[in-house]
């Protein structure tokens, strides 16, 4: 099943012209895509689905959605260490 997982925005880059972002999830931190939403802001919290923040949430949704994926087992995709990219985006 493919949820999105709510988290917080804690720090901005681009890549190559695409506005990113670094999303924090309970500790566990990953890069998501922040061009669905221009007006997001650092300390904002998004539910991020495949890499895109795709929707703003207040800190109490964030944290009641965590809970449940929590509880439901749905968290192993930010549970598993992103995979490496090297060069020409060979995985590694």
């Known amino acids: 099943m493919c949820l999105a997982i709510p988290g917080k925005i804690v720090a901005f880059h681009e890549k190559n012209g ?3 972002g670094k999303i924090d999830y309970g500790g566990i931190t ?3 895509c922040l ?3 221009p007006e997001a802001a650092l300390g904002d919290y ?3 689905h495949v890499g895109f923040a795709i929707s703003k949430v207040d800190e109490e949704e964030a ?3 965590y809970k ?3 509880e439901m087992d749905q968290l192993q995709e930010i549970e598993t260490p ?3 990219i090297g060069p020409a985006g ?3």
Do not use: Q
């Open 18 to 20: 695409i506005r990113m």
């Open 30 to 32: 990953r890069e998501a």
């Open 35 to 37: 061009e669905y939403i």
């Open 46 to 48: 998004v539910m991020v």
């Open 63 to 65: 944290a009641r959605t």
């Open 68 to 70: 449940y994926l929590a």
């Open 82 to 84: 992103e995979p490496e």
């Open 90 to 92: 060979a995985k590694t």
